[in-house]
């Protein structure tokens, strides 16, 4: 395995496209920074060490993705007007949120994580994090215009810049400390 720029990302098309990204990349690293912070952590990691690995190698158009890719993820699909059967995510790390983000003009929309029996309502503008490896989810939108980015870590990237995995995020890691009082005026 050799990490490679994705075919839609290169020449000027996608040097926009990269550019176009990032507000939403700095919008879902924040979020996770909050949901996950190891793995937002682990995230930065691998950044930095692809970088380094591109530079030693001389790979100018990966060089110039990664330092125009404002988000701590390492994949990004964009999905625009199209249904999502039942399925997991098996090229993703187990303990690793995916961050699934969407816009545009269309009915309500119901994001089912199966396997957990919750629903989702999935309207424009939302966004929901979960293991997609470990969740089966779906979700059917029957008329309308949408597109979804679903922001992931595939590891075989973290593998091959040797980051090492991190533990699953757990509700407890939050300390006292760490919580903003709210005081009275």
């Known amino acids: 395995f050799s990490p490679q720029v994705s075919a839609a ?6 040097h926009n496209i990269t550019t176009s990204l990032q507000r939403s990349g700095i919008l879902v690293s924040a979020a996770l920074r909050v949901m996950h912070p190891d793995l937002y952590r682990a995230g930065i990691k691998t950044q930095v060490r692809l970088g380094a ?7 100018e158009d990966m060089c ?4 125009h890719w404002a988000s701590v993820f390492n994949v990004v699909s964009v999905i625009c007007n199209r249904q999502s059967p039942p399925h ?3 090229k ?3 303990e690793a949120f995916d961050i699934m983000t969407t816009a545009g003009v269309y009915h309500p929309v119901i994001m089912d994580f199966m396997n957990l029996g919750i629903k ?4 424009s503008g939302s966004m929901l994090a979960s293991s997609c490896r470990l969740v089966r989810h779906h979700m059917h939108v029957e008329q309308g215009s949408r597109i979804v980015t679903a922001w992931y870590m595939r590891d075989s990237i973290h593998n091959f810049v040797g980051t090492p995995r991190t533990d ?8 006292r400390s760490d919580l903003v009082e709210q005081k009275d005026v």
């Open 120 to 123: 989702f309502l999935y309207d």
């Open 64 to 67: 110039h993705h990664l330092k």
């Open 88 to 90: 997991r995510d098996p």
């Open 92 to 94: 993703c790390r187990p």
């Open 53 to 59: 690995w591109a530079t030693q190698y001389q790979l």
């Open 9 to 14: 990302l290169k020449g000027d098309v996608g």
């Open 168 to 175: 699953y995020a757990k509700y407890g890691n939050v300390q």
